[in-house]
């Protein structure tokens, strides 16, 4: 690629992540928890790989308690230590993946996501360097790997099942990814952030 198309493609990705920004709440939501749900805080990493969006997903290992095998957004459940729900998701983001707060540029907060496993989670969409390297904890994190966006931009490639959860109709979401399955909420987190991706006209 010349040093024109270079410049063009880095000019491109930052246009989008602009317009991201732009299309996402600056804080979480101070509604009220729902009763009988566990909060927790999820970082979903964006980055420039060489001109393409791409989003980086883990598949959990089969000895944590939660989730098992299932690909995910690293974050969990959050401690009375913790700030917020932003620093459960670093918290959590470092101790999984090795991603330090300081190489994180925040975009902002999506809306919040109930789960019949007893969760509400609230995901952070954030930018994280083209060469961030990670360093897994083997007892959570199985593996990494970096999805392109237009990947879940595609809608006809989710399949959905209806079920009642809170009182309300509940639509959960599937879709495949290379040899992954990926389903529940990190799936409805990706179909909400298509959604943001396709609105921004990025």
């Known amino acids: ?13 930052d246009r989008f992540f602009d317009a991201l920004r732009g299309a996402l709440s600056p804080v979480a ?3 009220p928890m729902p009763p009988g749900l566990r909060s927790a805080g ?4 964006l980055r420039d790989s060489g001109g393409v969006i791409t989003v980086t997903l883990a598949r959990r290992t089969e000895r ?19 700030r917020d729900l932003l620093g459960t998701a670093m ?6 993946l090795g991603i330090r707060e300081a190489d994180v540029e925040l975009l902002g907060a999506m809306e ?7 969760f509400c989670i609230q995901p952070f969409v954030v930018r994280i360097p083209r060469d961030a390297p990670f360093h897994l904890d083997g007892f959570e994190v199985a ?7 237009s990947a879940f931009t595609d809608f006809s ?20 990814y290379d040899r992954f399955t990926i389903w529940g909420a990190t799936a409805r987190i990706l179909h909400s952030l298509a959604e943001l991706a396709n609105g921004t006209g990025a």
């Open 157 to 176: 490639r989710y399949r959905t099942a209806g079920t009642t959860f809170l009182g309300k109709p509940y639509m959960v979401y599937f879709l495949d």
């Open 143 to 149: 593996e990494t790997f970096d999805a392109p966006l």
């Open 42 to 45: 999820v970082l979903v990493p």
């Open 29 to 31: 939501t101070s509604e």
């Open 1 to 13: 690629m010349s040093l024109e198309g270079v410049s063009g493609a880095v000019e491109s990705t």
């Open 112 to 118: 919040r996501v109930p789960t019949v496993t007893g």
């Open 91 to 96: 918290r959590e983001a470092e101790e999984e």
């Open 64 to 82: 944590v308690p939660h989730h098992k095998g299932q690909i995910c957004f690293p974050g969990g459940s959050r401690d009375t230590g913790d």
